[in-house]
């Protein structure tokens, strides 16, 4: 497996292995998060099909709730793996690690994710991976444009979960 920021070229496949929903282009909307220095898109890759995602959104969360607690605090979003084959093959945590080494990189103490209420897996995986309640909830604001070009409004009830990191010394 390869792990890699994502490039302009790789959004069609993406687009073709994990389809936004109607007329959205979420893939799209991430990269372009990140060629403005937001955040960095990073893209797991088996034989050169595209098989997982996550946004390091160096900004942190954009909810308000969380943001005003953890202002300095990036967050892992949009964490993805596809096909559900997939899945439980480890590509979930070499990104999660990743996102966990650049961002000490970056000399940040913490980082942190949201994970929705009705995914009860994601959060066991996060908890095993050292991440710790902090009793923050929030909703998950997005959106899609469905294929009629109809705009539908999401939120979804979410807790922020965060990791302390080892940063390097100053001197290292
Ligand atoms: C959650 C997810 C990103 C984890 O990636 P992954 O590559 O499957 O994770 P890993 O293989 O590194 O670790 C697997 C563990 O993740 C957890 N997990 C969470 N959701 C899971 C799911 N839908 N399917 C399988 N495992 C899941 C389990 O604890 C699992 O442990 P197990 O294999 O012992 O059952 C991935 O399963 C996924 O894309 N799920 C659907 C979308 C999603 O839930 N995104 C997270 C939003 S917060």
Redesign the pocket.
């Known amino acids: 497996m390869i792990l890699q920021e994502c490039r302009e070229e790789d959004l069609a496949l993406l687009e073709l292995h994990n389809p936004s929903p109607g007329q959205t282009r979420y893939h799209e909307a991430r990269l372009k998060r990140q060629q403005q220095g937001l955040s960095t898109f990073l893209i797991a890759w088996i034989d050169d099909v595209p098989v ?1 995602s ?1 946004e390091v959104r160096w900004h942190g969360c954009a909810a308000a709730e969380v943001h005003e607690r953890y202002p300095d605090c990036p967050e892992l979003n ?5 096909p ?1 084959q ?11 690690q990743t996102a966990e080494t650049l961002a000490a990189e970056r000399g940040y103490y913490h980082i942190g ?4 209420d009705q ?1 009860p ?6 908890l ?1 991976l050292g991440y710790k309640e902090t009793g923050c909830r929030y909703l998950d604001r997005y959106h899609y444009i469905d294929d009629h070009g109809t705009r539908h409004d999401i939120a979804d009830p ?1 807790r922020f979960l965060i990791k302390p990191l080892r940063t390097r010394q100053a001197d290292d």
């Open positions: 997982g996550g949009g964490l993805s793996v596809w559900p997939r899945q439980s093959h480890g590509i979930g945590t070499a990104i999660i994710l949201g994970v929705d995914n897996r994601a959060a066991a995986l996060y095993r979410c």
